[in-house]
């Protein structure tokens, strides 16, 4: 008798599969393995001794990490996604589609017509992994989450680019007090939108569809959302019981035919040999050359430490700081003193307000009567959620809690780090002020996320994981890139021989290189300055503390209470307010205690922002998600200027000005450059006596309409839109669509040259390569309205099949220049009227500059509104009107929307009260560019600088603290010149 085995050896889980001659299974196992993959392989193959042993085995094995064990033991290896395919065709013929998901990869495998796979890269987004990180970070089980997400009342829209990103997202809806249940079916969906758009890129996913993979076997709500949006029937969605074992037995089958047959024993001898370490390469510096010398480093941190009350019987005035992080939640109560009487640092599991409830209640129960609380205050992503549900005296913004923190610690700090669980906050400080902050971007790696979700992956504790990386012999060079794409340099220093000591240091020292020269970009230590305070919990690890020190050369303060430097600064924030009494809800108001959240779509305008409304005692109301202040107050932006919000509203109106003309129907697209060109064209086709129809206002529904015909993940959101814009135009009857390629942009003497990017340049040529147009025409001429004269040839040849004449062309053409030149314009003069407002006022004034798709409210997210909210007056980029002069730049400047920024910056730096924030939109290269040119020029005129990456997410907590910190930074700089 013959068996043929397949071993499937994934990211995270190893899968057996035994057949028999009948091909019937007889023996199947599923499991994690920890990064074990040897160990447990062994372990389960000498469990199946007893079956195996005196039969012909034939094997083959499969899956992401197996073909390094092929090679070791010279056992037949098949491409998992072949080996997948074998088993479909044998089992379900008729499937025309394959949809699976794994541990850290997803594959679709197209069977219909001419066969395709395709696969996730190296990014892990959208996949188990990021799903096992979610259900942690919501503090539940995979099975828990799954139930939870049969019951949810409303979607979030919700990254899945990777786990990092994703709590960017989830985190500040947590601290917001979103439903569980709606953040359950939020990850879910947001898997489904990451598997139907970044490998489907405008295929279609034919019924019947066969669902594969664990998360697909396991995650009920998981599957009920996939066939929702691809609006699959009962009996076009297939989900078998063998779901998760598919690629083994592929492998399995695939082994019938593979190599010569052996022995149970002749098989145990080939995994022997990789069971064997290989000769491991030699690694970085140890962090410790001994224990000595540890010891001595520990003393030394030892004495950075805060003075100690006693809590029980105290008596007077007490101060509360209360910091609710991204992952942790934190409180210090201090005396009069400064002397902390208690202290509490937790996870939050999905419920910050939940933790800070009980440790008040444990802070009144044993402080008894003769405390009595003076101020409270709030810092953190959950600030505003926990100041109104507790009723705290004041918020405090991140940044100034973190400083007043070290600031206690040394007076003459140059230099603040602080890494939490997800967010990275440096700032420099100059002349006693916060110079330049400078935070992490959506993206968390490199903070201590990063770290604990290696740790879980190897089944270790955090803090059991650090300790083994101190007295590492040769640490790991993992670099410095990010959890989901360092996976697989961990996984070859495992192969290597690599101990869990060794890859712990590594990472830690990954974490510090990330800081420095990713986030900091710090060149030379001397930067920094002499004083340098590090904190946050990250920090308590003493391998990162130590990699730190070894790679700056110096030696930095980290107090005891690193972890608690938020809510202790905080605390000291209170004492300031110099209160008598606080207003936060005594120990009798916390007995009875309820609170309520609701799901609420806001129809006020056209973002349509998710809120949750959070109802307190009393008829309290904290409105979460909202970017204005329409939901609260009515009102929305409070009556300060907001060219963006202008820009956006006049073109709206010529959009949806109807046209009178009978020529043909006309199609614009709104996205991109049409959000400046179409003062051009709309008057250009309309004086040619064409029914012009402009699509949009952008929306999730746009959006959605063209999706699954995006070609690219990565490129930017803008670029995305544009395929649901044309779908539109497609839907509501458009004859023609015109979309011209343009490689010029309009000539304003700002630089070198005047392009365009490649995107908004060519993207016309992608909207023909991948979208159905339904017979409809897609005119795409490559033209430039820079040259009159050629314009008007190169139209002529292009509308010649419409009739219209030279004459004719040349007169519209006039029409559709004097109507952009008017924009311009006028658009010039309400830049200068709303610097002047801001001067009479004393409004500050943010510069937000960006390109002109970025006005678009699904692109932007309101921050616009939320920079109103805070009190600023908004102008755009391209209404400052050019400087004489060029700006001086260590770069090409040939890119018309890039002359403007650095135009802008120039004038921000000629300005009192004034700032510029740069939007940037992920995916954008070029950008990568102008980043550091504009910092340049704002550098050298002292203004501060700040970066916000946006794309289809919305939430804007971090973009929140960001504006907020800038705000408290450029009032400390007005005190001090003051």
Known sequence: MEYKLGIDIGSTTLKLVVLDERNKIVYKSYERHFSQVRTLLAKRMGELKKLLEGKALRVALAGSAALGVSEETGLPFVQEVFAATQAVRA??????????????????????????????????????????????????????LDALSLKAESIYPIASRCGVF???????????????????????????????????????????????????????????????????????????????YFVALGAAIYAGGAGQAMDYGELMAHLDTASRPARRLEGLEPLFASEREYAQFAARHERADAPYGKLEGFCGAGYLGIDAG????????????GRILYSHYCRNEGDPLGVVIEQMKKIYATAGAGLRL??????????????????????????????????????????????????????????????????????????????????????????????EGLFASQPVNLGTRCTVFMNSSVKQAQKEGASVADISAGLSISIVKNALYKVIKVHDAAELGDAIVVQGGTFLNDSVLRAFEKELGRKVVRPRIAGLMGAFGAALYARSLGREQSNILTA?????????????????????????????PGGRKYIAGNRCERPVTGEKGGGLPNLFRYKYEKILALAQEPSSGNGPRIGLPLGLNF??????????????????LVSGPSARNIYYKGYQTIPSDTVCYPAKLMHGHVQDLIDRGAEVIFYPCMTYNFEEGMGDNCYNCPVVAYYPEVIAGNMNLAGRQLLMPYISLNDRDFFIRRMEEELAIFGFDKKTIAAAADAGYASQRAYRETLFKKGDEALQKARQSGSKVLILAGRPYHIDPLINHGIELLMSSLGFTVVSEDSIRPLEGKARLDVLNQWTYHARMYNAARACCQMEDTALVQLVSFGCGIDAITTDEVKAILSRGNRLYTQLKIDEINNLGAVKIRLRSLLAAMEEREKLKA
Not at 590 to 615: D, I, M, S, W, Y
């Open 91 to 144: 089992l379900y013929p008729k499937v025309n589609t394959v949809i699976e998901l794994g541990g850290e990869d997803a594959k679709i495998i197209f069977l219909k017509g001419a066969p395709e796979e395709r696969m996730n890269s190296t990014c892990a987004g959208g996949t188990g992994s990021f799903i096992d990180q979610m259900a942690a970070l919501l503090g539940v089980e995979l099975d828990e």
């Open 166 to 244: 994703a709590k960017t997202d989830i985190q500040p809806l947590i601290n917001d007090g979103a439903r569980k249940e709606d953040l359950a079916a939020s990850i879910f969906q947001a898997v489904v939108n990451q598997t139907i758009s970044g490998l489907a890129q405008g295929r279609p996913i034919e019924p019947p569809v066969l669902f594969l993979g664990g998360p697909l076997s396991f995650l009920k709500g998981l599957g009920s959302l996939f066939c929702k949006t691809l609006k699959l029937k009962e009996n076009e969605a297939i989900f078998p019981d063998t779901a998760r």
């Open 326 to 337: 991204s992952t942790t939640t934190k409180l210090a109560l201090i005396d009069g003193e």
């Open 374 to 467: 003076a101020g409270a205050a709030v810092t953190g992503y959950g600030e505003q959620f926990i100041g109104g549900a507790l009723r705290c005296d004041a918020g405090v913004v991140e940044t100034v809690a973190h400083y007043t923190a070290a600031r206690y610690f040394n007076p003459k700090v140059s230099f603040v780090i602080d890494i939490g669980g997800q967010d990275m906050k440096c700032f420099r400080i100059r002349d006693g002020a916060v110079d330049d902050v400078l935070l992490n971007e959506a993206c968390s790696s490199g903070c201590g996320s990063f770290l604990e979700t290696f740790a879980s992956s190897m089944g270790y504790a955090i803090g059991d994981f650090a300790k």
């Open 588 to 616: 009798q108001e916390l007995e009875t205690f309820t609170h309520t959240a609701k799901p609420l779509t806001c129809q006020g305008c056209a973002n349509h922002c998710r809120l949750t409304v959070n109802t307190f």
């Open 675 to 692: 959000y400046e060109t179409l003062y051009f064209w709309k008057p250009f086709f309309e004086s040619l006596g064409c029914q012009v």
